[in-house]
C-alpha cells in the first residue's frame, strides 16, 4: 500500500494539463483546454481538461476525473500502477506501508512468478531465433502459416526444446526457486520427483495481462503423430492467471479498439496474430475456452461494439451460439459473421487485403436475431415443435438484455420476421424475466435481509424526530442536477412501467438513495450537522440544537451522525464498498486536517477513489448572481442530512413491499393460507410504517 504522504507529493507535482497533454492535443478555451476525448471516436472535441479544478472530463462519454483516474483509464492500469507511473513521469520515489508478513510473502510470490514468466518468454524467443531446432522447427512453422519477423515479434513468440527438461535446467541455473517454476505452469513434477518442461517441442505464445505483463503460455504441438496428445497445451490456473479473466491479444489490441469502436471476437491465437499482420488491430480471441462474463467486462471497458467472427464449419456455430447470451447480458451491441465453411478468421486474414477484410465484414456481418433465426430455423422448417423450441430459445437471449428499448426492437424484429403477434413474444419475454426475478428473490434481490425488516419495526416517533422537509432545489442538488437545474452525468433510468426491467422501480430507487448517502458523506462527511445553530429552531432527534440561541451547542459531525443513525436500526449499506466508505469517514472525520472531498477521491483503494471522484465533480459554476442567491449544501445539512436518511429506509422499506407482493401472488396460486396469512400480516406492518413515512416526506411518497 502506498503511504498518503507519497501519494500527496504525486498529486502535488502531477499536472493534469501536463498528463493529458501527453495523449491528446489540448487547446485553449477560456480557462480550460479542450481536445478530441480519447476514451471514444469523435469529431467535435467535448474533453475538457480544468488546469484550476486539476481535472478532466468528456461531456459526451463521462470518462475522465482526476490525474490518477485519466491514467488508470487510459493506460487501464490499476492504482498502484497508475501512482508509479505518474512518480516515474515526475521523478518520485513511491514508497509504499509496511505490510504484514502474509501480505509480503503473497507479494513476493506473485513478482517471482512475473519475473520467471519474464525470463521464460525470452527464452523461448532467443530459441526461437537463435538455437538451431528453433530455427529449422518453430521458425519454419511459423514461415508455413505466412507471418513475418515483426510480427512474430511484436507477439513475442517463442520455441521449447524438444529435451523434456532444457527449460527447467537453464531456469534452476538461472536461479529460479523450483517452487516458482512449478506455480507457474511452466514445468510439471512427475511421480518420481522429476521436473520436466510442460511445453517441449512445442512453439509458444505469450499471454499478456490488460497492461502488457506476460501472465501465462500457450504451446502448440508441431508433431501431430501422437493422437493422443492435445494440439494445444495452456498454462494451469495460478495466484497470477485465471483464463476466465484472460483475452489473448487484449493489450495490443486496446488502443485500436478504442479507435475503431469496435472489437473483433475471434477463437485462435493465430486468428488474432494473422489479422494484425493484415491490418485488422481491434481483435481479441477466447484462446479457444467458452467466453466468460469476465472476458466479456475486458472487452466492455474499451467499446460497446463487438462482431464475433468464428469458423463457418459446426463448431465455430455451437461457439458463436454459446457466446451470444453472455454478450447481451452485458449490453453489448453485437454483429455475428461465419466466414465461408472451410475458412477461419487466419486463413481469410492470409488471402485478402485488410480493405476486402473489412469490407467482407461491413457487408455480411449480421445482427444475432437474424443469425440466430436464420440457422435455427433451418433445421426447423414444417416441425411445429422445433420452431416452437427455437423461438423460445431466441426469446431467452433477447430477455437477458438489460436495456429496456433494445430489447423492445429485438421483440419487434422477431415478430416481423417470424410472423408471430408481439404481444405473445412480449409475454415470453416477461416469462423469462420474472424466472431471473424470482432467482433474484432467494437472495433478497441483492437487499441486506436484515435491513428491511428491521424498517418496518422503527416508531413514528423516531422517523418524525429524523426528518425535516426541504426545498424542491435542496432536491434537485442532491439527485445529481446541477446547481443552475441543469442535469449531471446521471445513468438514465429505465421506465417504471417496463415489465421486461429485472430491476425494479423499487430497486432502482433503493440504489439511488443509496448513492445519494454516499454522495453527501464523500463531499460533507466531516462537516457540522448544524452550521449555524444559532439560527436554527427546529430539532433534530436526538441531536436537537439548545432552545436558547446562546447556548453553546455542539454539534454532530455528518458522517458519525448517518453511520449512528443507520446502526441503531441495525442497517447496513448494500454495496461492502458505500459501507467501507461510511465506516472510514465515521472513524477518521474527526481527524485534525481531514477533509472527505479530499481524502477519497486519493483512497489508495481504486474502486473508492474512482467513485469518489466522480461524485464531488462540479459539473457546473454559477453566475455572479447566483452566487448571492444561493445557499450552499453545507450551510443547510440540517436539511439534507436527515432526509437522504430517511429516503434510505424508506426505499429499504418499499423493496421489502415489493418482494412480498410478488410473493404473495405466488402463495395464492399455490392456495397455501397459512403462509398467505402470515404475509398478509406482514404487509400489513409495511403498509403501517409506509404511512408513518408519508407523514414525515410529504407529497414526495406516493402510498399504495
Not at 452550521?531 to 454539534?555: L, M, N, Q
Not at 461492502?576 to 472510514?584: C, F, N
Not at 442530512?641 to 412480498?660: G, S, T
Request: charge should be negative; glycine fraction near 6%.
Amino acid at each position: 500500500m502506498i503511504d498518503r504522504l507519497t501519494i500527496e507529493k504525486i498529486m502535488a507535482a502531477a499536472d493534469i494539463v501536463d498528463v493529458v497533454g501527453d495523449f491528446v492535443t489540448l487547446r485553449r478555451s477560456g480557462a480550460n483546454y479542450k481536445g478530441l476525448c480519447p476514451f471514444h471516436n469523435e469529431k467535435t472535441p467535448s474533453f475538457m481538461v480544468s488546469p484550476s479544478k486539476q481535472i478532466c472530463k468528456c461531456f459526451s462519454c463521462g470518462g475522465g476525473g482526476n490525474v490518477i483516474n485519466f491514467v488508470m483509464q487510459h493506460e487501464q492500469m490499476g492504482y498502484t500502477e497508475a501512482l508509479k507511473w505518474l512518480g516515474r513521469k515526475y521523478g518520485i520515489e513511491v514508497r509504499e506501508k509496511e505490510q504484514t508478513e502474509e501480505e509480503k510473502t503473497a507479494a513476493a510470490m506473485r513478482e517471482a512468478m512475473f519475473v520467471l514468466n519474464d525470463w521464460a518468454r525470452d527464452f523461448f524467443s532467443d530459441t526461437l531465433h537463435n538455437h538451431v531446432d528453433g530455427i529449422a522447427i518453430g521458425m519454419s512453422y511459423f514461415r508455413r502459416r505466412g507471418l513475418r519477423d515483426d510480427i512474430i515479434r511484436k507477439f513475442q513468440l517463442g520455441y521449447s526444446p524438444e529435451q523434456r527438461d532444457a527449460f527447467a535446467i537453464k531456469a534452476k541455473s538461472k536461479g529460479f526457486e523450483e517452487k516458482y517454476i512449478e506455480a507457474t505452469g511452466l514445468c510439471y513434477r512427475t511421480d518420481d520427483g522429476k521436473l520436466l518442461d510442460r511445453y517441449h517441442g512445442r512453439v509458444i505464445f505469450p499471454v499478456h495481462t490488460v497492461s502488457g505483463r506476460v501472465v501465462a503460455f500457450g504451446g502448440r504441438i508441431l508433431n501431430t503423430e501422437n493422437k493422443k496428445v492435445g494440439k494445444y497445451v495452456n498454462s494451469p490456473e495460478s495466484e497470477i492467471y485465471s483464463k476466465k479473466k484472460e483475452l489473448y491479444g487484449l493489450y495490443l489490441a486496446k488502443q485500436a479498439i478504442v479507435k475503431q469502436d469496435r472489437c473483433y471476437l475471434v477463437e485462435g491465437y493465430l486468428d488474432v496474430i494473422s489479422m494484425h499482420q493484415n491490418g485488422v488491430e481491434n481483435v481479441v480471441a477466447s484462446s479457444g475456452t467458452a467466453l466468460t462474463p469476465e472476458q466479456v467486462r475486458l472487452i466492455h471497458r474499451f467499446t460497446n461494439n463487438v462482431t464475433v467472427l468464428y469458423d463457418g464449419d459446426a463448431a465455430g456455430i455451437h461457439a458463436s451460439l454459446r457466446g451470444i447470451d453472455i454478450l447481451l447480458s452485458e449490453g453489448l451491441n453485437i454483429k455475428v459473421l461465419l466466414l465461408p465453411d472451410g475458412e477461419d478468421p487466419d486463413s481469410f486474414a492470409q488471402s485478402h487485403s485488410a480493405e476486402e477484410f473489412r469490407q467482407y465484414i461491413e457487408e455480411h456481418q449480421t445482427d444475432f436475431i437474424r443469425f440466430k433465426t436464420d440457422l435455427l430455423m433451418k433445421g426447423a422448417a414444417g416441425d411445429p415443435t422445433r420452431r416452437a423450441d427455437v423461438i423460445r430459445d431466441i426469446v431467452k437471449s433477447i430477455a437477458v438484455i438489460p436495456s429496456h428499448i433494445v430489447r423492445q426492437v429485438y421483440i419487434h424484429e422477431l415478430s416481423s420476421r417470424l410472423g408471430i403477434e408481439e404481444r405473445i413474444i412480449v409475454s415470453e419475454v416477461a416469462e423469462e424475466n420474472r424466472k431471473a426475478q424470482k432467482e433474484n428473490r432467494k437472495s433478497a434481490s441483492g437487499i441486506n435481509s436484515e435491513n428491511a425488516s428491521i424498517i418496518s419495526n422503527i416508531s413514528s416517533t423516531d422517523l418524525s424526530s429524523a426528518s425535516l422537509q426541504t426545498t424542491s432545489a435542496d432536491n434537485k442538488e442532491i439527485q445529481g442536477e446541477g446547481k443552475d437545474g441543469e442535469p449531471q452525468n446521471t445513468t438514465e433510468k429505465p421506465a417504471d412501467n417496463d415489465i421486461f426491467n429485472v430491476i425494479s422501480p423499487a430497486k432502482r430507487k433503493f440504489e439511488a438513495c443509496e448513492r445519494q448517502l454516499i454522495m453527501v458523506i464523500v463531499r460533507y462527511g466531516e462537516y457540522p450537522l448544524l452550521a449555524a445553530p444559532e439560527k436554527v429552531e427546529r430539532k433534530i432527534g436526538k441531536e436537537a440544537p439548545p432552545s436558547s440561541p446562546t447556548e453553546k451547542f455542539d454539534s454532530p459531525l455528518v458522517a458519525p451522525y448517518i453511520f449512528d443513525e443507520l446502526t441503531a436500526d441495525g442497517i447496513k449499506l448494500q454495496l461492502p464498498l458505500h459501507q467501507e466508505i461510511l465506516e472510514e469517514a465515521a472513524r477518521l472525520c474527526r481527524t485534525p486536517d481531514f477533509q472527505a472531498r479530499k481524502y477519497f477521491p486519493l483512497h489508495h483503494n481504486p474502486e473508492i477513489s474512482l467513485l469518489a471522484a466522480k461524485l464531488t465533480d462540479e459539473r457546473y459554476l454559477l453566475s455572479t448572481m447566483q452566487q448571492q442567491l444561493y445557499v450552499p449544501a453545507e450551510k443547510r445539512l440540517i436539511e439534507i442530512v436527515p432526509r437522504v436518511i430517511n429516503d434510505y429506509k424508506h426505499a429499504i422499506l418499499m423493496v421489502e413491499k415489493e418482494i412480498l407482493m410478488q410473493t404473495l401472488r405466488e402463495y395464492a396460486v399455490s392456495n397455501n393460507q397459512e403462509e398467505m396469512n402470515h404475509l398478509m400480516s406482514r404487509l400489513m406492518e409495511i403498509n403501517k410504517a409506509e404511512m408513518e413515512f408519508a407523514k414525515i416526506l410529504g407529497d414526495r411518497v406516493l402510498t399504495s
